[in-house]
C-alpha cells in the first residue's frame, strides 16, 4: 500500500485545517493507518490512528478533542480533521499504514510512510 499526505498549510492559532490522506495498492481498509508528526528537532510522534475495521481509534493526549480521524472506504482515503489548532501543532504530518492494528503505535510498526505535509501554526 502506497500512501500519501496532503492538506497542509499555514493557519492562525484556533483555525482548522483537514489532512487527507490517499491510499493506492491495497485496500486501506486491510490496514490499521495512523497519522504521525514531527517538529524541527523533534522526534516523531503518533497524533491519531484507525484500526482496520474503523471501528477503534487512538488520539494522543495532545490532541484529544480537537482532532478527529476517519475515513472514506470508497474512497481509499483517510482524513484528520484539527481543529483549535495550537502553535506546538506545528510539525510535517504522515501517515502511515501497520499491520498490528492499533496495538502499537511506534513508528517503527508503522509502513508505507509517503511524503509528509506541512502545518504551521501562527500564534
Known amino acids: 500500500v502506497q500512501l500519501q499526505a496532503c492538506g497542509g498549510g499555514l493557519v492562525q492559532a484556533g483555525g482548522s485545517l483537514r489532512l487527507s490522506c490517499a491510499a493506492s495498492?491495497?485496500?486501506?481498509?486491510?490496514?490499521?493507518i495512523g497519522w504521525f508528526r514531527q517538529a524541527p528537532g523533534k522526534e516523531r510522534e503518533s497524533v491519531s490512528a484507525?484500526?482496520?475495521?474503523?471501528?477503534?481509534?487512538f488520539y494522543a493526549d495532545s490532541v484529544k478533542g480537537r482532532f478527529t480521524i476517519s475515513r472514506d472506504v470508497a474512497k481509499n482515503a483517510l482524513y484528520l480533521q484539527m481543529n483549535n489548532l495550537k502553535p506546538e501543532d506545528t510539525a510535517v504530518y504522515y501517515c502511515?499504514?501497520?499491520?498490528?492494528?492499533?496495538?502499537?503505535?511506534?513508528?517503527?510498526?508503522?509502513?508505507?510512510w509517503g511524503q509528509g505535509t506541512l502545518v504551521t501554526v501562527s500564534s
Open positions: 502511515a499504514a501497520s499491520k498490528y492494528g492499533l496495538a502499537t503505535m511506534l513508528p517503527e510498526d508503522f509502513f508505507s
Open positions: 495498492g491495497v485496500p486501506f481498509d486491510d490496514y490499521a
Open positions: 484507525i484500526n482496520w475495521s474503523g471501528r477503534a481509534t
